[in-house]
């Protein structure tokens, strides 16, 4: 039983992270009806920017996220601004590419700016560990799943009953009724392309405060996410969130008993186990657990 336990404190972790990421994923699709591939781009770039305020100009940790995940909106935002914003009434198709085509500048840039070196990310929380009923906790572990449900309630607050959170959900149900009660959509998708890059810029911080350090490759955890935002319903932000604990604890569980019920599928069978899942969920609810289901009368 604290085999099991410890596996799903692990699993809810690992998936607070994946819940940050869909909700950035969600947040864009509600807004724009467009998936954006360039999330885990932004990922790296906000756990980047957080290493070089928090290791390079020695800029207190707590600080150093709220500084990282700024600097990540203000580059969402102008991505929208200087790049998306030309696109508007262009088919979804051609600004998803654009999308991946940002992924892949992004990338190099940052390995050109940081290197390819694996950075060790300065944290307060390190390998620290709490002791809980003979449950062994990582301080890092507790630390990111608190953040994640902070980060959760005040983005729904922010939704329920800000005017900006308002203006994004009447822009969401239909763009035309909005614009025709005077909101203004560009504003809007600049916000939530502001607000996509800072969750993405937190959940990489979270992740390279590990003890597995920052390096390149922690872009493609968003991959990991995508699966969870399909799971939970593309247009519900709950659902995101639903999605990526429950991809979470699937891959944690997956991992902890590898040797014992899955040894016969080879190692790392645990990294193939989100997409399963999403095409499980594909099959029987293509809307996903929570998301809005697509009704059509002729």
């Known amino acids: 039983m604290t085999g099991f336990l410890t596996n799903v404190f692990a699993g809810l972790a690992l998936g607070s992270t994946y819940a940050l990421v869909a909700l950035g994923f969600v947040v864009i699709y509600k807004s724009t009806g467009v998936i954006n591939f360039a999330q ?26 709220l500084l990282a995940c700024a600097a990540a909106a203000i580059v969402g935002a102008s991505v929208e601004r200087l790049v998306l914003r030309r696109m508007v009434g262009q088919p979804p198709f051609a600004v998803i590419m654009i999308t991946i085509g940002l992924l892949f500048v992004i990338e190099p ?77 560009r504003r809007v998708y600049a916000t939530s392309w502001a607000i996509a890059a800072a969750l993405a810029a937190l959940a990489g911080i979270t ?16 991959l990991a996410a995508f699966p969870a935002m399909i799971l939970g319903g593309l247009d519900s932000p709950a659902g995101a969130v639903l999605g990526g604990v429950i991809i979470g604890l699937a891959e944690a569980l997956t991992r902890g008993y590898q040797d014992q019920l899955f040894s016969w599928a080879g190692a790392n069978v645990s990294l193939i186990v989100p997409y399963l899942l999403m095409i499980v969920i594909l099959l029987i609810r293509p809307y996903g657990l929570l998301g809005t289901k697509d009704v059509r009368r002729i």
């Open 40 to 65: 885990g781009g932004l990922l790296a770039l906000g756990a980047y920017l957080g290493y070089t305020f928090a290791d390079n100009l020695a800029i207190a940790f707590a600080v150093s996220i």
């Open 109 to 185: 840039l940052i390995t050109a700016i940081w290197g390819f070196d694996n950075l060790p990310l300065s944290n307060p929380w390190n390998i620290q560990t709490v002791e809980a009923g003979g449950l062994v906790l990582g301080v890092r572990d507790l630390w990111t799943i608190g953040i994640t449900a902070a980060v959760v309630v005040a983005f729904f607050l922010f939704f329920r009953y800000t005017r900006m959170g308002l203006a994004m959900r009447a822009t969401a149900f239909d763009p035309e009724a909005a614009l025709a009660q005077g909101i203004s959509a």
């Open 207 to 222: 992740l390279a405060a590990g003890p597995g350090g920052l390096s390149p490759s922690i872009s493609f955890i968003a």
